[in-house]
């Protein structure tokens, strides 16, 4: 078996390589042509060597197929951070999540000490039904007690796929310590990502913690049944704070939701179909309408493209801190053993132009955390990842900085008073440069 795996392995990379290539000279000619040197027998005899003497000699026997794995994740390591190899189960895993669902019992758990605590139950699932609560403990998942086991491990038994089922044995502390237990069925849940408030009864906060493909229109209809409910925003701060991006195009259905008009994003790579341009179309949301958007080093990706395309189109004020800084656009490429690849393929850019790759958005106004955060000071950006993408980027002056003192959400507080500051918003609300609805080339 294992000769045949690698003679196949052989023949194949080197089909891919010479297809199409008659002669030596014809090849090296591509070769130069693409600015790449061709793979050679010898390059791919020196790949199975390599496979041979891992197979025979790593202290641990592995097989063929797991040793392949290795070898195709290493591969993908050494491109970028966010490139990378999706075994079936991550790639499914992967298309739940930018549905905004996954397949499980409506849970979130956390890990305190050496136990698993039910920290929220989501409305309407399973759990709910079943009368779980927050703070009740898990101490078994299927007969197996999860003391003395790896916790996450455990913790990734409750999920699995829809219909099937799983038994927990729960401590409830409203019910005098005593353990039950609860039969539970998986289902798809919808994972909540869309928290709304109404501030001083005439400003509405939205908290979005992640983009999935229906995220621009739940925004839309809890506007709309705001609306219905007779209150009339005086002005609207969209908190996208450690918000790690998702899907993109959700970010740009809201980004058209607040413009009329104008380039909203576009991408640059090395394929034609990687060159695209996302516009806005005719109406908006809240014409008029004051809006501010929260970020800080945690706002990534879509995050990133939403408040780069608001921003440049001065409908927006900015407030916060630096964004993180991915400016990159990944593909998401099926292969044919239903795993997939997650690539690399393009950079995002933003009306005026700027490359938000290592760079990210800087905010008009300026908002420091508190020295009691120094743990989120030192949370990595995009710039501070091996083998991150550079893009060098005009980065636009700031209206002014203020230094924050206190551990409560300052960000949050100021946001709402320059909204109620009318003189400070009325420079906001109308592009600055007619010229940034034109992409430059």
Known sequence: MYKS?????????????????????????????S?????????????TDVFSQIRRNYIEELD????????????????DPHSSYLPADEYKQLDDTARGRYSGVGIDVGIQGQKIIV??????????????????IITAI??????????????????????????????????????????????????????????DQQYGYFKILFFHK????????????????????RGLIIDLRNNPGGVLQPAVEMADGFLNEGLIVSTRGRNAAMQLEFKAKPGEWLPGVPLIVLVDRGS????????????????????GERTFGKGSVQSVLPLRNGAGIKLTTALYYTPSGRSIQAEGILPDLIVEQTESTDAHHQRPREADLDRHLDKDADVKSTLHEVSVLSAEDFSLQEALSVLQDAGILSGITQ???????????
């Open 5 to 33: 795996l690698v003679m196949t392995l052989i023949l194949l990379a080197f089909a891919s390589v010479a297809v199409g290539q008659e002669n030596p000279d014809e090849a090296a000619q591509a070769g130069t042509e």
């Open 35 to 47: 600015g790449q040197a061709q793979l050679t027998l010898d390059d791919l005899r020196n790949f």
């Open 64 to 79: 063929d197929r797991t040793l392949l794995n290795a070898a195709i994740n290493g591969m993908m390591s050494e491109l």
């Open 119 to 136: 920290r929220k139950v989501i409305t309407s699932s399973p759990a709910d039904k079943s009368g779980l609560n927050p703070g009740d």
């Open 142 to 199: 299927d007969g197996k007690p999860v003391k003395g086991r790896i916790l996450q491990d455990a913790i990734d038994e409750i999920q699995g796929e829809p219909g099937s089922s799983v038994t927990l044995t729960v401590l409830s502390g409203d019910q005098g310590n005593k353990k039950r237990k609860v039969k539970l069925v998986r289902e798809y849940v919808d994972i909540p990502t869309m928290t709304f408030e109404l501030l």
């Open 214 to 233: 229906n995220s621009a229109t739940e925004l839309e209809e809890s506007l709309q049944s705001i609306k219905q409910d007779g209150i009339v925003l």
């Open 300 to 319: 990534a990706s879509a995050s990133e493209v939403l408040a780069g395309a608001l921003q440049d189109h001065g409908r927006t004020l900015i407030v």
């Open 431 to 441: 592009p600055t440069d007619p010229e940034l609805t034109e992409q430059e080339e």
